[in-house]
């Protein structure tokens, strides 16, 4: 019986301290990156999200190299790129090519900063893929305070962001700050992305971030149908790709990734042929 | 009472002169049909009016008062976005957005207000629209979707930018069907910006012409005339009548159908501009 093998191996799992504590952090992460995610997919501004893990990069490598916490720096290049991003406007944070120029550049930037600190090549992998295991009580109430944080914000503009996301001239004309909203938003990504690279790494935050979102638009058509299932879905996939990394003694961020692309493509691909089907008569 | 009025007013986009120098007067309850070729600020002309755009000279008045952003009284469906994010958000969340959508706090959708949606969409024979995604729509279910929406709240003026934009013939009949008859029951003032004037003939009252910086409004006898239109293209234009239609012709090409054909391309074009 698969479900009462699974029960045995978290019933194992949670007699260590870390489990518990890799359980409680993906667990935070995972609802935050979901429910900001949602918003990521529905603007289709995924590829910032992305840019903004990069810029992180150089951050958590920039606090290392000064004897900070890398979080902080993390969190701290993220918020104020976002900002920055936010108030260049569409222009500059719809272009592709002036976000990866930016990306790379930032990536740059870290490997410099690496560079000057050579003992730290393993904390390199843990910020770009993830060490949920190695996550300490400390770390867990930084993402507790960090993810309420983010959710009060995302709360406080959620329905000038869901006109602005889905119908940006009409917000405009109606009189809706969509800069300042847009702004706003991106701060509030850079703290989930950030969130999010403490469990799967900086290059791997869209399994977080963006899987699940799109996993449940692709089931879903209602909006709070849809931002709850999302967060659900991130939920399920980070403790089941824990669960799976311990159980196969592959690494946890690959689970997680894993798991969030299946999510997605066993989502997605039914509904397109059916989608051909349909309307193929119509032509 | 005019509902719009436009005193010596001249528009511009950063250091682009977009229209020049233009007066003009729209009644209550007219169905203006708004033309021109591309670029020559039929968005430009709404967006003044929606007050997201101040004249750098003369005076605008809508309802006898300057344009002010979130006039309730203004129903808007902007431009088809060529290139739009997919929307998988059903019909219903998507119109409920637009309702006190710049409250901050989280989405609340009353009973009031759900009834208020069904009515609308119900009036547009749109039902059905209310529990299927966008990313499953057709551009003319869209259309009538942004018109069900842009009905709501009883507005006293419609802008409509370009609505028959990629839809399919029969499609871009209903929906000028569709406006025509609300505007008349209801009284509604509407501005139609369009491509084709041979498909509005049927429902305007006076046509609004743009061209090279100028506007000129009137009936389609009074404005679609050789050598308003010549002056306000620039070149040498010919109107030639047959069978009910107008054709607008430049050195025998019938330009609002080369208009049509790069219509996409132009947009982008003026959403650059706009943005």
């Known amino acids: ?283 | 009472m005019n509902v719009v009025e436009f005193d010596q007013a001249t528009l511009r986009i950063g250091n682009h002169l977009v229209l020049a120098d233009i007066s003009l007067a729209i009644k209550g309850g007219e169905f203006i049909g708004v033309l021109g070729p591309n670029g020559a600020g039929k968005t430009t002309l709404m967006r003044a009016i929606l007050g997201l755009l101040r004249p750098s000279a003369g005076n605008i008045r809508v309802f006898g008062r300057t344009p002010r952003r979130g006039d309730a009284l203004i129903g808007y469906v902007p431009q088809v976005r060529t290139v739009a994010p997919e929307l998988h958000v059903r019909g219903l969340d998507f119109i409920a957005s637009s309702v006190r959508g710049g409250r901050w706090g989280l989405p609340k959708l009353g009973h009031v207000d759900r009834k208020m949606i069904d009515e609308s969409l119900a009036a547009v024979g749109a039902v059905d629209l209310a529990g299927r995604p966008l990313t499953d729509m057709s551009g003319g279910e869209r259309q009538r979707l942004l018109l069900a929406q842009a009905l709501l709240g009883e507005p006293g003026l419609l802008l409509l930018d370009e609505p028959l934009i990629s839809l399919d013939q029969r499609y871009q009949e209903t929906i000028i069907e569709l406006v025509g008859r609300f505007a008349g029951e209801r009284n509604i003032t509407v501005l139609f910006s369009a491509h084709e004037l041979n498909q509005l003939i049927g429902a305007l009252d006076r046509v609004l012409y743009l061209g090279n910086g100028r506007a000129a409004l009137g009936t389609v006898a009074e404005v679609v005339t050789s050598p308003v239109l010549s002056k306000l293209y620039g070149s040498d234009i010919d109107v030639v009548h047959a069978d009910g239609h107008v054709f607008v012709l430049s050195r025998g090409r019938h330009i609002e159908h080369h208009d049509h054909l790069h219509a996409d391309h132009a947009h982008s074009r003026d959403r650059q501009r706009h943005a």
């Not at chain 1, 867990?140 to 119908?167: D, E, K």
């Open chain 1, 1 to 283: 019986m698969p479900i009462m093998r699974t029960a045995a191996i978290v019933n194992a799992m949670l007699d260590y301290d870390f489990m518990r504590n890799a359980f409680a952090a993906a667990g935070v992460a995972a609802v935050v990156s979901g429910l900001v995610g949602y918003f990521l997919v529905l603007r289709g501004q995924t590829f910032a999200g992305h840019a903004l893990g990069h810029i992180g990069f150089a951050g958590a490598t920039g606090a290392i190299l000064i004897g900070l916490a890398p979080i902080w720096g993390l969190v701290g290049l993220t918020v104020a790129a976002g900002i920055g991003m936010g108030m260049m406007g569409e222009r500059v944070s719809g272009r592709d090519v002036a976000v990866g120029v930016v990306l790379s550049l930032a990536l740059g930037f870290g490997l410099l900063f690496l560079h000057y600190y050579t003992a730290f090549a393993v904390q390199a992998t843990s910020l770009l893929f993830g060490n949920v295991l190695a996550v300490d009580r400390p770390m867990i109430m930084a993402l507790v305070v960090m993810g309420l944080i983010t959710l009060a914000a995302l709360a406080a503009i959620m329905r000038p962001l869901i006109f602005a996301s889905l119908q940006p001239e009409l917000a405009e004309a109606k009189g809706v700050p969509v800069g300042f909203v847009s702004t706003a938003f991106l701060a509030i990504v850079a703290v989930g992305v950030s969130e999010s690279a403490q469990i799967v790494g900086i290059l791997l935050v869209f399994s977080l971030m963006v899987g699940p979102p799109a996993t449940a638009q692709r089931l879903v058509t209602g909006l709070w149908s849809g931002i709850v299932l999302s967060a659900v879905v991130a939920l399920a996939e980070a403790w089941l790709g824990i669960i799976i990394a311990y159980d196969t003694d592959w690494p946890v961020s690959f689970c997680i990734a894993l798991l969030s692309a299946l999510g997605y493509f066993v989502t997605r691909v039914p509904l397109e042929q059916l989608k051909m089907r349909k309307s193929s008569p119509r032509l």
